[in-house]
């Protein structure tokens, strides 16, 4: 039975596209563990405690006849961000070896080869995201090749748990379009609004060429997949689809009033954030 080892990484289907480099990386934190037949792959809650390879042996869902061989990659949408729920429970059809690393250094590892990370993601989901226009709000009034010359244009980025993709007062060009993942926006340190998640965006007025500073930091609350653009690359590509002129000159327009209304409402929402952290401080003082 073929089987995937530590020395032979490369060898899995999922990391066929990967630099020589990142897969040495994953392959010196690799440890096999065995499975007896009719047991869970994985403790309930815990699918997506580490990055797990199918290494000899067979597992599929209990009740289907329908299981996955050896080289297959358990649980990559899932550690990798691109998923937030696990799929069915998967048992072990027979003894099976399941060589794991654990998630949070798989993706330490993988967030220093960028370039992977587009490998990976691609082969985990078929297509990087996004396929047309419709799924991005922003972009939904644009014309097919405008779009993909845009997407075509636009850098992949991952982020992990905790980091800081835009920075509140930062100057920049650059449009964040959130593609897997949720993140939140905080100013003066004050969560505002609700999660952000796939299709919205950050930067609007900034790649349209209408501000320079971010008026909020984006946050990244679970592990993020993001495409970004830049607003050189906007003035480059317009030019060569005349019949989007207008349509970018109306997100312009419509984007401006939105933010100023958002303005107010997000100085008023950090106004009284202020003032109860000061009143409750002021208590806890008083109280010791």
Known sequence: QSR??????????????????FCQQVKRFL?????????????????GEAFSILSTGAVGCEGSDSCWEAQAVLNAE???????TAGAPLVAKR???????????????????????????????????PADASAVPLFSGLGAGLFNDLISAS????????????????FGTRLFVLCYGEAVQKVDGIRIG????????????????????????????????????????LKA??????????????LRQEHTQVAKQQERL???????????????GAFTRHVR
């Open 155 to 170: 850098a992949w980025t991952m982020y992990l748990h905790g980091q800081s993709i835009v920075k509140q007062q930062a």
């Open 95 to 129: 003894i099976s070896t399941v060589m794991e690393v654990e998630a949070k250094l798989f993706l330490n590892i993988l967030h220093r080869f960028p370039e992977d990370v587009t490998h990976l993601v691609q082969r985990a989901t078929g297509r990087l995201w």
């Open 194 to 233: 609700e999660p952000m998640t796939t299709g919205q965006c950050v930067g609007v007025l900034n790649f349209l060429d209408v501000q320079h500073k971010y008026t909020a930091t984006l946050e990244s609350v679970l592990v993020c997949h993001v495409r970004v653009l830049d607003a050189a690359q």
């Open 31 to 47: 440890r096999t563990r065995l499975v007896h037949e009719g047991a869970p792959v994985f403790a309930e809650g815990r699918e």
């Open 4 to 21: 995937p080892t530590g020395h032979h990484i490369h060898e899995v289907p999922l990391f066929k596209s990967c630099t020589k480099s």
């Open 78 to 84: 899932l550690v990798l961000g691109i998923s937030r």
């Open 266 to 280: 997000v100085e008023a929402q950090v106004s009284r954030e202020k003032l109860r952290r000061r009143v409750g």
């Open 237 to 250: 590509i317009a030019p060569n689809y005349p019949g989007d002129i207008e349509a970018l000159e109306h």
